[in-house]
């Protein structure tokens, strides 16, 4: 599995609507495999995104694709700032 890891710094308010366009993009997109969302604790509006794909290749293909700078855009209008990425091969996991 490969994914990512990214900082999110979301507009106040605009949690539910970033959800949202989660929840409905994620099903649409080729070898998906999972996403989970963390919010900070210290500061309600920096967010934490994990998204794990099948393989490198399809996470790669997904970021090169025209679909997800669509997506991206959405997502971007919601954030003050771009996010942080982490790229890499995800090792374990719990459960398998």
């Not at 308010?13 to 969302?37: C, T």
């Amino acid at each position: 599995m490969y994914g990512t890891v990214a900082r999110l710094r979301v507009k106040p308010g605009k949690d539910a609507e970033l959800q949202r366009l989660g929840q409905e993009m994620a099903p649409q997109i080729p070898a998906f495999a999972f996403q989970h969302v963390f919010r900070s604790e210290a500061d309600p509006n920096e967010l934490y995104l994990v998204v794990g794909f099948e393989s490198e290749q399809a996470y790669r293909a997904n970021a090169a694709s025209p679909e997800q700078q669509q997506r991206y855009e959405q997502y971007r209008a919601l954030l003050n700032a771009d996010p942080e990425w982490h790229d890499g091969e995800i090792i374990d996991s719990y459960p398998s």
